[in-house]
């Protein structure tokens, strides 16, 4: 790593460029990542006969940490990694090129277990691992989801979606105006048996030919105004396994609806 900090406060890196290199915070507060860019932040080892997952972008147990307007690319491992986080800002970046040879544990942006965070206005294109934004872990709560546009995602594995949610993180989480073009995997989805509860999911769009556009687990959810296009792009609001009974489904406009309350 470039920096590597425990126990720092009111950091703020603005205008850097990064080449082969990147950052990790550990037990920070008060952390401002601005207009930098990352070229090879995270890569492989292999041609030194090391098998070992690279060390991604990170910040650990921090709070109040913001990473804004940066532009990550050609990443060989996932981009970034938060875990124990608490109020983290995700906000107007791009990230190009991710995990195309799937070393890490099948995400790209992984949050786990992180309270209270916004991911918003950011671009991904082009990922190998098949979720995209991970959201997880049962401290997760209050997750804004919006103005995101993910295209060419999961391109490498199964089983996953361009968004992610595990089921404790739905509670109270808002995923709004986001687009989702050509993936590979689902756009996005509420996962979990039993799933989360009192999730919002409205204004995204999807355009993805080959995958099942949104697919919405749990319960008590506000789904209205989505629309999903192309026949194998359905929407998907669970009923399966008695899921969604009082969850409430309006406006949503699809070429395919699996199931719906």
Known sequence: FFSGTASSKNIMIDGFEFFGTTFSFFRSEGIAVKNCDFLYPSFSKRVLGSLAAPQPTRFTDCIDSTLYNCDFRYIDGPALYYKWAENTVIDNNYFYMVDYGCLAEG?????????????????????????????GNDQTTSAIVEYNYHTRCGSQQTDGSSVQFTPSSVS??????????????????????????????????????????FRLKGDHHQIHNNTSIYASGDMNISIDKGGNPNSVSRNNAADKFATWP
């Open 107 to 135: 995400y790209s942006l992984n949050g786990n277990s992180i309270k209270g965070v916004v991911y918003r206005r950011n671009t991904l294109e082009i990922a190998g691992a098949s979720e995209g934004c991970r959201i």
């Open 172 to 213: 109270n989480s808002v995923g709004r105006f986001n687009w989702f073009i050509d993936n590979e995997r689902y756009s996005y989805r509420w996962d979990g048996d039993p799933g989360g509860h009192h999730g919002q999911f409205h204004r995204n769009v999807s355009r993805c030919p080959k995958k099942t556009a």
